[in-house]
């Protein structure tokens, strides 16, 4: 709640479709923002998850390996065609030509395959945002963000069937066995990075008080531990778990110090234009990479099987029955423009990001930003191949401007684990890896 | 029951029989009707095992091994086997099917002996934390607050189509993290924090909100508008500060001619001013932008307000002589940017402060919180235990120990001494909120509790069953104090109780949580109709129907009718602008009222034929009889079809393109792998198709008349939704078990299996001799074993 009246924040929110102008919600937090050290540059790791799949002759280039080749979707890219990668071959799910919507986002950043069950076993595989989080995200009040878009409250019996509706609600796991939830609010977002209104002894003191209740609440949970059934006592040292790991993110936050949020505007919720959420979704991750707030990041940007409309696009059907083209050219040729529509307002974050000095670069020169989809056609529910981009220049270690052929059939895990070698994770496997692709 | 319990035991005694000299025994007997094992296992071989026998066995089940000697081997399966029988659903169409009597026969005699032979289990619910509706129902009855609870937590994950599913309910950092700002926030609010900050919050018109009339909730003679309960936190100045929607170059709309807006606080007008027309004069700025920037500036007022929640409007005055009905070609006249009326409407109102607070004032959160006040600085600590003890008795749900006391007590002096008596409150209030024994529902297991025991929960803990179940939320005193002295699972005071709690307003929890879920209601603000195809259709209507079926199954609940009621009942909920949607007539302003659905409003009766739900199974631009028809199956008969096959071809398409639903949806079915399926579901949805995608009636589809004849799961022909409705009614077990299986889900808050079905008949047979009243099932589930016991944890989840 730290909102001074500007107007600038409700034109943000009152600008019609199809505007391009720069947000002013961005520029107005940036100049108070604490910047990360800036003698060594800081890795960063960012996916950002497209559902429903594509139309992949309107995605992928033709033709061999090679220099990059735009195709209608991937244009919005061209500007930051220095940092892209684009790799063709990629597969999920062991092989399967086809498979469902719960496991090509439950599947996607594990490279794992959902087990299929409706509650008590869920199953899939940690995620390769987790894995780096686990490595990179130590130092750092958040180890990691996880943001989505849609309001999943909405989506009764919209979960395949047999498959636990977590394996939609989220792209990010912290086990196999632990989905993390991911926010939709940017107001909410913006208030956990910065903390709730106040001055910064108010804040300082509420962080102090948190801590010692979050003592005494671990206190608390031991002692109800005893009297419990054993597998309840689990959740319970689970509990207790968590308990330790936001006293850490406290200890974080204070050491910091304090971040000049009074200065910022916040935004006022969740903003009713796709575009303009998408955007403040965006800029909040911008703000957080900025002030070293967390160095590694997923976003899904619209659930699988998505009910979204997109008038403004001149379709009448949703995301999800635009997807079933059923063949038909028109229609891939709307379901195109709902993925154009996605990758340019990620061009818009990629901008954002080249245009942030970080050290002796920009953020994007430091990041490596994974976009792309769970399923390849939305028609067919196929498994491969995959469309994939990696952005980013990885602190050097990755050069742009090529479209890559993994070999065929590649498990996406494949991919994954060239990347956590990219960020120096020592893991060996991931999901159904059977081989590491490197993108040096 | 007895009967075929007897014959069981006498064939369970008897020496194995193989399946080959059973077949043989079958040839000279009636296999009309399956009166014993020997009949079972005849149809069996008749019906099922041409697919699933050891070979093929498709759907992973083979039957030529299955012993109906020996149920209770594999109940698992033969519960399957009867769902497939009450449903109709198998044998597949094309195949020989059993006759009526040979379903029912087989069905029942199956269920007899899979009844006879049940074993108990209790079930042992995992350990879950309040989901979001559950902790922003308990923060209302604890502290008189009702919250926005969208901001304060994240959604909860659902399973089994409930979001109260204790698999699903864990911890994770986020939501810990989550829990620990909403206890901050709450009790900063609850308190009535003096050291609140200004903050501003932004309530918004939907974009599909029609603006061309008076809205519920605002004060006469208005127009469009917003009305919305904000909750103010310390007696202190407010701005209220108004934007008016702009087009897409960022312009006001709608100036030409004046306006008047006004604002009101509790009906009292604190601001009145003029837009557009000569209003406009003098304006500020050169370019369109800036003068609509400087209209906008105009439109902002700071007043003084009293703490509390307080109901806030923004709306337009209606003008003398001006009819709702101009300029006005479709019932949407919308706060969107395409609007094209030409009026000037609302799109956001922000509330800002508090400036100038002058105390915390007399708010309802205060009077609870505040049961007593110190005499002097001496007499705080007392009085404040008297209300942390009070608070905490009532989060907890359970007796306070003096342990938790003196959990509280550090933090109430730590507030105190840096803000006295009242920061002391609001620290340790702060402290019960982040408590695990709030935000976890635990139950204790006795230590004596030998492995694979199931031992009755103690009365608080069933007290607080109870009170989730009925209430989404924590026990009231009255509940608590019958819990704590044992007499709550004396069962005429539990039934007693059971009754007041559903007459209870609370009750509307079932509503808004339970039927919300099961019938998909809280789908519908995700629905966007095409606003091409479905002009007329607004947020209104979508809130109206809603509405509608809340109303209609509060209404089954309150007047405790026959749960059959819910399929059949002849009246509905409707407003001024639901009637007209529904044609019908004499129906004015925005009160919803019963009317009665007479005999040629049929096809409206019940649940089949109300908007909500029909939209909500229909894609934003045409009807999706899959849907419904899927949606029929799961909700109605639960019967769920399989997920489609993994291969799903591409419908084919051809040199013209389909023009009617049942063209296109014949195409899909011309399929082979997508026909064994839609041939179930699509038939059950084409009997709706005089409702169109957002559930108006209507007789023809691009010009021919509609064709709503279709088919029930055996192939046998229906025509419209009152025959489908009846047909579905045929045996109302089905329904009633249906209804009975998903509630006893949501009130045991997992997953039922197969041990569980016994129970489910159970319940279901015994509420016929009352016609199945709403109360006989809820009581039934109250009184049943997996209610009111638990399993020694050895109960883990059998894999299957």
């Given amino acids: ?440 | 029951m007895h009967k075929g319990m007897s014959r069981f035991t006498l064939l369970a005694r008897a020496a194995p029989v193989t399946l080959a000299a059973l077949a043989a025994a079958c040839t000279s007997h009636d296999a009309a009707v399956v009166a014993s094992a020997q009949d079972a296992t005849a149809a069996l071989r008749r019906y099922c095992s041409d697919c699933h026998n050891d070979d093929d066995l498709t759907a992973g089940l083979s039957v030529t091994k299955l012993d109906p000697t020996d149920i209770h081997k594999n109940p698992e399966v033969w519960e399957r086997v009867v769902r497939k029988l009450r449903t109709r659903t198998m044998p597949p169409q094309d195949a020989p099917r059993p006759s009526k009597a040979t379903y029912d026969s087989f069905a029942t005699w199956l269920e007899n002996g899979l009844d006879a032979t049940a074993t108990p289990n209790p079930g042992a619910p995992a350990l879950r934390r309040l989901n979001r509706a559950e902790y922003s129902n308990a923060i209302r009855d604890l502290l008189d607050l009702d919250v926005d609870v969208t901001a304060l937590l994240p959604p909860d994950d659902s399973a089994f189509g409930f979001d109260n599913i204790g698999d699903m309910l864990v911890f994770s950092p986020t939501l810990l993290e989550r829990y620990l700002s909403a206890a901050d926030r709450v009790s900063a609010l609850a308190v009535g924090d003096p050291g609140t900050v200004v903050g501003a919050q932004t309530y918004t018109v939907k974009g599909d909100e029609s603006q061309s009339r008076e809205n519920e909730a605002m004060p006469l003679g208005t127009v469009g508008g917003i009305a919305f309960t904000h909750v103010f936190p310390l007696n202190a100045d407010y701005e209220f500060d108004l934007a008016l929607v702009r087009n897409n170059l960022d312009v006001i709309r709608g100036l030409e001619h004046p306006h008047q807006i006004e604002i009101s606080v509790d009906g009292r007008r604190v601001f009145l001013e003029g837009v557009g027309g000569q209003y406009e004069a003098g304006r500020a700025g050169t370019t369109v932008n800036e003068l609509s920037d400087s209209t906008d500036a105009r439109l902002r007022v700071r007043v003084p307000v009293e703490a509390g929640p307080r109901i806030v409007t923004a709306t337009f005055v209606r003008k003398v002589g001006e009819g709702t009905n101009r300029l006005r070609p479709f019932e949407r006249s919308s706060a969107g940017t395409y609007d094209g009326t030409g009026r000037p409407h609302i799109k956001t109102v922000t509330v800002t402060g508090p400036y100038n607070a002058s105390g915390p004032g007399d708010t309802p959160s205060r009077r609870r919180i505040f049961t007593c006040r110190p005499a002097d600085a001496n007499d705080e600590p007392r009085c404040a235990r008297e209300i942390l003890t009070s608070l905490a008795h009532r989060a907890y749900r359970r007796a306070v120990t003096p342990a938790d006391i003196d959990r509280l007590m550090p933090f109430f002096e730590d507030g105190r001494q840096h803000g006295g008596f009242e920061a002391g409150i609001q620290l340790a209030l702060r402290r019960i909120l982040a408590s695990p024994s709030f935000a976890f529902r635990l139950e204790a297991e006795p230590e004596s509790a030998a492995s694979a025991d199931a031992y009755k929960v103690s009365d608080t803990e069933l007290a607080t069953r109870l009170s989730f179940f009925l209430w989404s939320s924590i026990p009231d005193d009255e509940l608590l104090k019958l819990a704590e002295q044992n007499k709550l699972s004396d069962p005429a005071t539990l039934r007693a109780q059971v009754k007041r709690m559903l007459a209870d307003p609370k009750a509307w929890a079932l509503v808004e949580n339970f039927a919300g879920q099961w019938l998909h209601l809280r789908n519908l603000d995700n629905i966007n109709p095409n606003s091409d195809e479905f002009p007329d259709f607004d947020n209104n209507l979508r809130q109206g129907f809603k509405r509608e079926t809340e109303l209609f199954f509060a209404s089954i609940m309150n007047e405790d009718r026959s749960v059959l009621d819910l399929m059949t009942a002849d009246y509905t909920f409707v407003d001024e602008r639901l009637a007209k949607h529904y044609g019908i007539p004499g129906v004015y302003g925005s009160q919803f009222r019963r009317v009665k659905l007479g005999p040629d409003m049929a096809a409206r009766r019940g649940l089949l034929g109300k908007g909500g739900i029909l939209m909500a199974t229909s894609h934003a631009d045409r009807t999706a009889p899959t849907l419904r028809g899927k949606w029929v199956l799961e909700n109605l008969l639960g019967a769920p079809p399989p997920p489609p096959p993994a291969n799903v071809p591409a419908l084919q398409t051809g040199a013209e393109a389909p023009k009617t639903m049942r063209e296109r949806m014949e195409r899909h079915r011309a399929t082979p792998s997508c026909a064994s399926c839609h041939k179930v579901m699509d038939p059950l949805g084409f009997a709706m198709e005089n409702f169109d995608a957002v559930g108006a009636w209507r007789t023809l589809e691009a010009g021919r008349p509609i064709d709503a004849s279709g088919s029930l799961m055996d192939g046998s022909p229906i025509n419209g939704a009152a025959e489908l409705r009846d047909a579905l009614l045929a045996d109302p077990k089905v329904f009633v078990g249906t209804f009975t299986e998903k509630m006893l889900t949501y009130a045991l808050g997992r997953g039922l299996r197969y041990y569980d079905m016994p129970l489910v008949r159970k319940l279901t047979e015994s509420a016929r001799g009352h016609d199945y009243r709403f109360s006989d099932i809820v009581l039934g589930i109250v009184e049943s074993t997996p209610f009111r016991m638990r399993a020694k944890a050895a109960a883990k989840h059998d894999e299957a």
Wanted: hydrophobic residues 40%; contains cysteine.
């Fill in chain 1, 1 to 440: 709640m730290f909102i001074t009246r500007k107007s600038l924040s409700r034109r943000t929110v009152l600008r019609g479709l199809g505007t391009t102008l720069a947000l002013p919600f961005l520029e107005s937090m940036v100049p108070a923002m604490a910047r990360a050290d800036a003698l060594k540059p800081t890795l960063r790791f960012g996916a950002v998850y497209v559902p429903n799949g594509c139309p992949m002759n309107f995605w992928m280039p033709k033709g061999e390996a090679g220099a990059l080749q735009f195709t209608p979707i991937l244009e919005p890219l061209r500007p930051f065609a220095a940092y892209t990668n684009v790799v063709n071959n990629l597969s999920r799910a062991g092989g399967l030509t086809v498979t469902d919507h719960a496991v090509s986002s439950a599947g996607w950043l594990s490279g794992a395959v959902a087990k299929q069950t409706e509650a008590e076993d869920i199953r899939v595989g940690i995620t390769i945002d987790q894995v780096l989080a686990k490595h990179l995200g130590q130092d750092t009040p958040f180890p990691s963000l996880e943001f989505a878009t849609e309001d999943f409250s909405g989506y009764i019996g919209g979960c395949v069937p047999g498959y636990s509706c977590a394996y939609m609600n989220t792209i990010s796991w912290a086990s196999e066995t632990e989905p993390l939830p991911m926010e939709i609010n940017p107001r909410v977002a913006f208030e956990r990075m910065f903390g709730r209104a106040g001055t910064a002894e108010q804040r300082l003191r509420r962080s102090a008080e948190n801590r010692s209740i979050l003592d005494s609440v671990a206190d608390e949970a031991r002692s109800l531990s005893r009297s419990v059934s054993a597998p309840d006592r689990t959740r319970i040292e689970d509990y207790m778990e968590n308990v330790r790991e936001i006293e850490r993110r406290i200890q974080k936050t204070v050491a910091r110090g304090s971040t000049s949020a009074d200065a910022m505007t916040a935004p006022v919720g969740i903003p009713e234009s796709f575009e303009e959420h998408m955007r403040m979704m965006f800029d909040l991750l911008v703000v957080a990479y900025q002030a070293d707030m967390t160095r590694v990041f997923t976003f899904m940007t619209g659930r699988e099987a998505s009910q979204r409309t997109y008038p403004g696009l001149g379709m009448k059907e949703t995301h999800h029955d635009t997807s079933h083209h059923g063949g038909n050219p028109e229609k891939m040729a709307q379901h195109a423009k709902i993925n154009t529509l996605f990758i340019s307002l990620f061009a818009e974050f990629l901008d954002k990001l080249r245009k942030s000095p970080d050290g002796q670069g920009s953020l994007l020169d430091h990041s490596l930003i994974a976009y792309g989809h769970g399923m390849s056609d939305g028609q067919a529910h196929s498994a491969y191949p995959l469309a994939f981009a990696a952005i980013g220049g990885a602190g050097g270690k990755v050069r742009g401007n090529r479209y890559l052929k993994a070999p065929e059939w590649s498990p996406i895990a494949n991919l994954w684990l060239g990347v956590a070698g990219l960020f120096g994770s020592p893991i060996e496997r991931i999901g159904e890896s059977n081989a590491r692709f490197e993108l040096v």
